[in-house]
């Protein structure tokens, strides 16, 4: 018998294992390599024993007897057959009734070729059917949602994807009808399937059932060349899988990454590959001309960039770099600091959090912490929204039982699974902080459940109306709790990289303050020279841009004018100076460049990035860049050699290596790490034993409390107006309708009903439709940020309300 | 936000919140709060599961999943006389096909339908635990058993014509019932100290006695 106390010992086949006590036998004897075939049972899911695909035998006081393996748990000596003449008969039986109304249509069938049921069929069937009759039939495909079409006669009634919906996602829209023979997987009639999940049940449906529209007969699975990234759509980096046909990426499919994703995306991660093939996507560099722009040579363009970044002399400005790779990142940061000579440059716009605070607040919280939390506190964003995949882990963790506590402006995905949830409004956030802290009232009991055990405080910046400094007194709360970690949340795909990078105006790379005399000496020595004092951050720099006290600005990926919280600021400030767009597209803000280079996007560059938790990825290439694309260091480095100077950056393993040298939060990486052994699910900076980078304890800054105007929630979402969910034809179409929230009873002070239109003053003016929302707080102007008629609103704590009536109404 | 039934009778809504009190977990009221919700509609309509989702906080697709699974709750509108026809094996067996095919020929119904004013509703359903009195059927849920095809469509007939505001079991079987699966009797009946027990020892033995069997 086992020795481990956790450890069973059973006889798979006549073979003695060790396996993990309470391990389901299913799991056991594929984790001891004994395959049993099934359908229905996923390893991150709840089993149900639908499919009977798993039979086995088992010795039992009664004699042997089959059981489905995947709601067997193992149990110490239990003897077990998988293969003995009455299982293979079972098995045999069990993929003749599944195909008995099977369409057998795998020919023109996406899940042809990696379909299980197609190769248990194979592997475990009888190889022929008895059934002649009539198969059951219904119209093939129906769409169920704009993504995800069904096909139910090749359902094999799994409950994969319905159990996904329920025990995962939490948006059970897709369930079993009817009964009998006549069961169907189905949506309500007119209630489409509109998770921000849906890709993962077609993922996981072991048939050709469910299918991805924008993916539909665009490849056979043979074909499909593959790589393994994460996708840089949000600072979680779930793991995936880029898949190209015929050099274009034409699939992107979850990975099984234990600390972070877990082999879930969102449909965002999932279908946003459609950018990398947009028509309008800048592949020759272009050189503005009148109100456009004409193609040009790279010889010309870099050339034309560079002479006039030279005459500037320091008077020049970076910003971006928060969507690029962290050696694009790094390599931006010493073409910067190093051969610009400016100490101006920043990664975020104003819309994120303080620098020091995001990249090294202490003690940080992983993802997995969640796992073994007493409590979670939620003070920031809807997951929902902005970080999807965490808002998954996060329910999970509530779910198994950690008492969640949700504050927000108005209701969020995950209030269903919260212990307690606590609204306010926007500019009231100090003063509940200070009643949340006291336990005061009715917050008492959400006090007392952060009060005990472990707890992880999710913070960062419900809506970008709301200062960033809010965050960091959250968390200044938060460690005042006995054993509180922190994970600071910031959405932009490899933010954290950038600022490890050094992509802030108080920051070097490696999580260094720009004071840090010694290891400014450092840099200095390897760079060549290195700017004194501080920089100006984001806001700053337009300001001066707009002033013309910053004559150049170069771009690295960033879009101001959508993203800054002041849209008319970044326009005057792009109008006036003299810009260098690194870039995939033209957007609202390089359409105001004087010079767009076209960069590589993701599956043809490699690289690392960092996620909000400090895990270092690997992304890799699949795919050429299309045009005259090239990676973001490569122009960097040309720039650099027209300014006279040497970057070094002629490999992308040679700047990682450089960056892993002089940025000590990284020190110890090396580039092939990645690609092997427990390296394949990212290493989390700082490792052990470094040199210690800067470590930033959150502190309680003084907060003002806002007006008594109606206070703005300007919140993102999902699918947005930005650049990368406008250039995905599948995705762009889901952008929820523009609106003005109230809460009822300020609708009914303002005398409007849902539909009618008003107008909202903040930087600049909208007019929007009113949609009633009880679950807004009071006082509050709800407003998703960054669709195209809310673009010009601005960030700003309040707004001025009008209701536009009709005239002679 | 008003109740998502605030257009119901008031009789009820009462019902419905007494019902969603009922339960701890407001998800076990879906089936009460269904049959409540197919009175107020006729049957169980699209909106009738919508309105049962926004009460309980299921999603309107888990409603239709279990309205779906339970044959009698009626997703169709239903007649004023639903006439149930047995088919399963006993009444197979003593001519229910014949039975179905009267009352389809009586009402001008065929199974699974609902004639144009409303009347009757036909269908065939599995055993309705009558096996005894086999052929039997069901309107409105009240038994008739031991029926022939010709008295099933007097039965019909009668039906239509007398159109009675409820319809009781003991009086159809009265009229038009043959031989019932059993007798009830009295009530109470006499001389018995407690209801058979169906398995486990009864007579004068008791449990630790040695006398069980
Ligand atoms: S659609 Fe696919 S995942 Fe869903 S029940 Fe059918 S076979 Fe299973
Ligand atoms: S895998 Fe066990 S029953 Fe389906
Ligand atoms: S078979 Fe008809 S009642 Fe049982």
Redesign the pocket.
């Given at each position: 018998m086992a020795d481990a106390p956790d450890q069973v010992s059973i006889t798979l086949d006549g073979r003695v294992v060790e396996v993990p006590r309470g391990a389901l036998l299913i799991a056991a004897a594929i984790e001891a390599g004994t395959y049993i075939p099934h359908?229905?049972w996923h390893p991150r899911m709840k089993p149900v024993g639908m499919c009977r695909m798993c039979l086995v035998e088992i010795d039992t006081p009664r004699g042997k007897m089959l059981t489905t393996s995947c709601t067997t748990p193992v149990a110490d000596g239990m003897v077990v057959e998988t293969s003995s003449p009455v299982v293979k008969k079972a098995q045999e039986g069990v993929i003749e009734f599944l195909l008995i109304n099977h369409p057998l249509d795998c020919p023109v069938c996406d899940k042809g070729g990696e379909c299980p049921l197609q190769d248990q069929t194979l592997a475990y069937g009888p190889g022929d059917g008895r059934f002649v009759e009539e198969k059951r039939h219904y119209p093939k495909p129906i769409p169920i949602s704009d993504l995800v079409a069904?096909d139910?006669e090749?359902?094999?009634?799994?409950?994969?994807?319905?159990r996904f919906s329920e025990e995962i996602s939490g948006d059970p829209l897709?369930e079993?009808v009817d009964r009998g023979n006549h069961v169907e997987?189905n949506t309500f009639p007119n209630h489409p399937f509109t998770s921000y999940f849906s890709g993962n049940?077609v993922q996981?449906?072991?048939?050709g059932?469910?299918t991805a529209r924008p993916y539909r007969f665009r490849a056979r699975p043979w074909d499909l060349e593959a790589v393994e990234a994460v996708s840089t759509v949000d600072s979680v980096h779930s793991k995936v899988s880029l898949e190209a046909s015929m050099n274009e990426i034409v699939r992107i499919s979850g990975v099984d990454c234990d600390p972070t994703n877990q082999g879930w995306l969102s449909d965002k991660d999932r279908f946003v590959y459609e950018h990398l093939l947009a028509d309008d996507r800048v592949v020759v560099p272009l050189i503005a001309n009148g109100d456009g722009f004409r193609e040009a040579s790279w010889g010309e363009a870099v050339g034309l960039a560079a002479s006039r970044l030279a005459d500037l002399g320091g008077a020049v400005a970076g910003l971006g770099g928060a969507r690029s790779t962290n050696e694009d990142a790094y390599v931006f940061s010493r073409f910067l600091r190093g051969v610009v000579g400016t100490p101006h440059l920043d990664a975020q716009l104003d819309d994120g959090l303080a620098p020091e605070f995001a990249a090294a607040v202490e003690p940080r919280a992983l993802i997995d912490d969640l796992d073994d939390a007493d409590a979670i506190l939620l003070w920031g964003p809807d997951l929902k929204e902005e970080l999807p995949v965490l808002y998954l882990r996060v329910r999970k963790a509530a779910t198994a039982g950690a008492k969640l506590v949700v504050v927000h402006p108005r209701r969020t995905g995950l209030d269903d699974v919260a212990a307690h949830t606590i609204r306010y409004r926007p500019g009231e956030g100090p003063a509940l902080l200070r009643r949340l802290a006291a336990g005061e009232g009715d917050l008492a009991e959400a006090r007392d459940a952060l009060g005990a055990g472990k707890v992880v405080a999710l913070v960062g910046r419900p809506g970008l109306a709301e200062p960033a400094e809010l965050a960091e007194a959250v968390a200044a709360f938060a460690l005042t709790l006995d054993d509180a970690r922190i994970l600071p949340l910031v959405r932009r795909g490899n933010v954290f990289g950038a600022l490890d990078m050094g992509l802030a105006p108080t920051l070097l790379p490696g999580r260094v303050s720009v004071d840090d005399a010694e290891r400014r000496r450092a840099l200095a020595a390897r760079w060549g020279s290195l700017p004194d004092g501080v920089g100006m951050g984001a806001t700053d720099i337009l300001e001066a841009a707009a002033s013309g006290r910053i004559g150049a600005l170069v771009l690295l990926g960033v879009d101001p004018v959508r993203d800054h919280p002041r849209p008319d600021l970044a326009r005057r400030a792009l109008e006036r100076a003299f810009v260098v767009a690194l870039d995939l597209f033209v957007t609202d803000s390089t359409r105001h460049a004087d010079v767009v280079l076209p960069v590589a996007g993701l599956g043809e560059i490699q690289g690392t990035v960092t996620n909000l938790e400090g895990r270092v990825q690997k992304l890799n290439r699949v795919v050429p860049p299309p045009g005259q694309a090239r990676p973001a260091w490569s122009i960097l480095d040309d720039l650099a050699a027209a300014l006279g100077s040497e970057l070094e950056a002629d490999a992308v393993e040679k700047i990682f290596e450089e960056l892993a040298t002089l940025a000590p939060a990284y020190e110890g990486l090396t580039w092939d790490r990645f690609d092997w052994a427990e390296g394949r699910d990212g290493v989390v900076v700082p490792l052990e034993g470094v040199t210690p980078p800067l470590r930033h304890v959150p502190s309680d800054p003084g907060l003002a409390v806002v007006s008594e105007r109606p206070a703005l929630h300007l919140a993102r979402v999902l699918y947005d107006d930005g650049v990368l969910v406008r250039h995905c034809p599948s995705l762009a179409s889901l952008a929820p309708e523009a609106a003005a929230h109230l809460h009822p009873r300020d609708a009914s002070v303002l005398a409007v009903r849902e539909g009618d239109r008003v107008r909202l003053e903040g930087v600049g003016v909208v007019e929007l439709p009113v949609v009633l929302d009880p679950t807004l707080a009071e006082g509050t102007v709800y407003v998703p940020f960054n669709l195209a008629e809310t673009a010009a609103l601005g960030a700003v704590p309040s707004v001025r309300i009008d209701v536009v009536r009709e005239a002679g109404s | 936000m008003s109740s998502p039934i605030a257009h119901w009778d008031p009789e009820y809504q009462r019902r419905a919140a007494t019902i969603v009190e009922r339960y701890p977990d407001v998800r076990s009221a879906v089936m009460p709060l269904l049959y409540l919700a197919s009175l107020h509609h006729g049957h169980v309509t699209e909106e009738a599961m919508e309105e049962v989702a926004a009460l309980t906080g299921l999603t309107a697709a888990q409603v239709q999943s279990v309205a779906s699974f339970y044959t009698m709750y009626k997703r169709e509108r239903v007649g004023r006389y639903l006439v149930s026809v047995c088919t399963s094996i006993s009444c197979f067996l003593r001519g229910a096909d014949e039975v179905l095919a009267a009352v389809e020929g009586a009402t001008g119904v065929v199974d699974g339908e609902t004639d144009d004013e409303g009347l009757f509703t036909v269908e065939h359903v599995e055993c309705i635990g009558a096996c005894g009195g086999a052929p039997a059927l069901q309107v409105n849920y009240e038994f008739v058993e031991g029926v022939t095809p010709a008295k099933a469509a007097e039965l019909c007939r009668w039906l239509r014509d007398a159109r009675p505001e409820v319809v009781l079991g003991d009086e159809m079987q009265l009229l038009f019932g043959g031989r019932p699966s059993f007798d009830p009797g009295a009530p109470e009946p006499e001389g018995a100290i407690a209801p058979v027990p169906a398995f486990g020892p009864y007579g004068s033995a008791r449990p630790g006695t040695g006398g069980g069997r």
């Amino acid at each position: 018998m086992a020795d481990a106390p956790d450890q069973v010992s059973i006889t798979l086949d006549g073979r003695v294992v060790e396996v993990p006590r309470g391990a389901l036998l299913i799991a056991a004897a594929i984790e001891a390599g004994t395959y049993i075939p099934h359908f229905c049972w996923h390893p991150r899911m709840k089993p149900v024993g639908m499919c009977r695909m798993c039979l086995v035998e088992i010795d039992t006081p009664r004699g042997k007897m089959l059981t489905t393996s995947c709601t067997t748990p193992v149990a110490d000596g239990m003897v077990v057959e998988t293969s003995s003449p009455v299982v293979k008969k079972a098995q045999e039986g069990v993929i003749e009734f599944l195909l008995i109304n099977h369409p057998l249509d795998c020919p023109v069938c996406d899940k042809g070729g990696e379909c299980p049921l197609q190769d248990q069929t194979l592997a475990y069937g009888p190889g022929d059917g008895r059934f002649v009759e009539e198969k059951r039939h219904y119209p093939k495909p129906i769409p169920i949602s704009d993504l995800v079409a069904l096909d139910r006669e090749r359902c094999i009634l799994c409950a994969r994807c319905t159990r996904f919906s329920e025990e995962i996602s939490g948006d059970p829209l897709i369930e079993f009808v009817d009964r009998g023979n006549h069961v169907e997987v189905n949506t309500f009639p007119n209630h489409p399937f509109t998770s921000y999940f849906s890709g993962n049940t077609v993922q996981i449906c072991p048939v050709g059932a469910l299918t991805a529209r924008p993916y539909r007969f665009r490849a056979r699975p043979w074909d499909l060349e593959a790589v393994e990234a994460v996708s840089t759509v949000d600072s979680v980096h779930s793991k995936v899988s880029l898949e190209a046909s015929m050099n274009e990426i034409v699939r992107i499919s979850g990975v099984d990454c234990d600390p972070t994703n877990q082999g879930w995306l969102s449909d965002k991660d999932r279908f946003v590959y459609e950018h990398l093939l947009a028509d309008d996507r800048v592949v020759v560099p272009l050189i503005a001309n009148g109100d456009g722009f004409r193609e040009a040579s790279w010889g010309e363009a870099v050339g034309l960039a560079a002479s006039r970044l030279a005459d500037l002399g320091g008077a020049v400005a970076g910003l971006g770099g928060a969507r690029s790779t962290n050696e694009d990142a790094y390599v931006f940061s010493r073409f910067l600091r190093g051969v610009v000579g400016t100490p101006h440059l920043d990664a975020q716009l104003d819309d994120g959090l303080a620098p020091e605070f995001a990249a090294a607040v202490e003690p940080r919280a992983l993802i997995d912490d969640l796992d073994d939390a007493d409590a979670i506190l939620l003070w920031g964003p809807d997951l929902k929204e902005e970080l999807p995949v965490l808002y998954l882990r996060v329910r999970k963790a509530a779910t198994a039982g950690a008492k969640l506590v949700v504050v927000h402006p108005r209701r969020t995905g995950l209030d269903d699974v919260a212990a307690h949830t606590i609204r306010y409004r926007p500019g009231e956030g100090p003063a509940l902080l200070r009643r949340l802290a006291a336990g005061e009232g009715d917050l008492a009991e959400a006090r007392d459940a952060l009060g005990a055990g472990k707890v992880v405080a999710l913070v960062g910046r419900p809506g970008l109306a709301e200062p960033a400094e809010l965050a960091e007194a959250v968390a200044a709360f938060a460690l005042t709790l006995d054993d509180a970690r922190i994970l600071p949340l910031v959405r932009r795909g490899n933010v954290f990289g950038a600022l490890d990078m050094g992509l802030a105006p108080t920051l070097l790379p490696g999580r260094v303050s720009v004071d840090d005399a010694e290891r400014r000496r450092a840099l200095a020595a390897r760079w060549g020279s290195l700017p004194d004092g501080v920089g100006m951050g984001a806001t700053d720099i337009l300001e001066a841009a707009a002033s013309g006290r910053i004559g150049a600005l170069v771009l690295l990926g960033v879009d101001p004018v959508r993203d800054h919280p002041r849209p008319d600021l970044a326009r005057r400030a792009l109008e006036r100076a003299f810009v260098v767009a690194l870039d995939l597209f033209v957007t609202d803000s390089t359409r105001h460049a004087d010079v767009v280079l076209p960069v590589a996007g993701l599956g043809e560059i490699q690289g690392t990035v960092t996620n909000l938790e400090g895990r270092v990825q690997k992304l890799n290439r699949v795919v050429p860049p299309p045009g005259q694309a090239r990676p973001a260091w490569s122009i960097l480095d040309d720039l650099a050699a027209a300014l006279g100077s040497e970057l070094e950056a002629d490999a992308v393993e040679k700047i990682f290596e450089e960056l892993a040298t002089l940025a000590p939060a990284y020190e110890g990486l090396t580039w092939d790490r990645f690609d092997w052994a427990e390296g394949r699910d990212g290493v989390v900076v700082p490792l052990e034993g470094v040199t210690p980078p800067l470590r930033h304890v959150p502190s309680d800054p003084g907060l003002a409390v806002v007006s008594e105007r109606p206070a703005l929630h300007l919140a993102r979402v999902l699918y947005d107006d930005g650049v990368l969910v406008r250039h995905c034809p599948s995705l762009a179409s889901l952008a929820p309708e523009a609106a003005a929230h109230l809460h009822p009873r300020d609708a009914s002070v303002l005398a409007v009903r849902e539909g009618d239109r008003v107008r909202l003053e903040g930087v600049g003016v909208v007019e929007l439709p009113v949609v009633l929302d009880p679950t807004l707080a009071e006082g509050t102007v709800y407003v998703p940020f960054n669709l195209a008629e809310t673009a010009a609103l601005g960030a700003v704590p309040s707004v001025r309300i009008d209701v536009v009536r009709e005239a002679g109404s | 936000m008003s109740s998502p039934i605030a257009h119901w009778d008031p009789e009820y809504q009462r019902r419905a919140a007494t019902i969603v009190e009922r339960y701890p977990d407001v998800r076990s009221a879906v089936m009460p709060l269904l049959y409540l919700a197919s009175l107020h509609h006729g049957h169980v309509t699209e909106e009738a599961m919508e309105e049962v989702a926004a009460l309980t906080g299921l999603t309107a697709a888990q409603v239709q999943s279990v309205a779906s699974f339970y044959t009698m709750y009626k997703r169709e509108r239903v007649g004023r006389y639903l006439v149930s026809v047995c088919t399963s094996i006993s009444c197979f067996l003593r001519g229910a096909d014949e039975v179905l095919a009267a009352v389809e020929g009586a009402t001008g119904v065929v199974d699974g339908e609902t004639d144009d004013e409303g009347l009757f509703t036909v269908e065939h359903v599995e055993c309705i635990g009558a096996c005894g009195g086999a052929p039997a059927l069901q309107v409105n849920y009240e038994f008739v058993e031991g029926v022939t095809p010709a008295k099933a469509a007097e039965l019909c007939r009668w039906l239509r014509d007398a159109r009675p505001e409820v319809v009781l079991g003991d009086e159809m079987q009265l009229l038009f019932g043959g031989r019932p699966s059993f007798d009830p009797g009295a009530p109470e009946p006499e001389g018995a100290i407690a209801p058979v027990p169906a398995f486990g020892p009864y007579g004068s033995a008791r449990p630790g006695t040695g006398g069980g069997r």
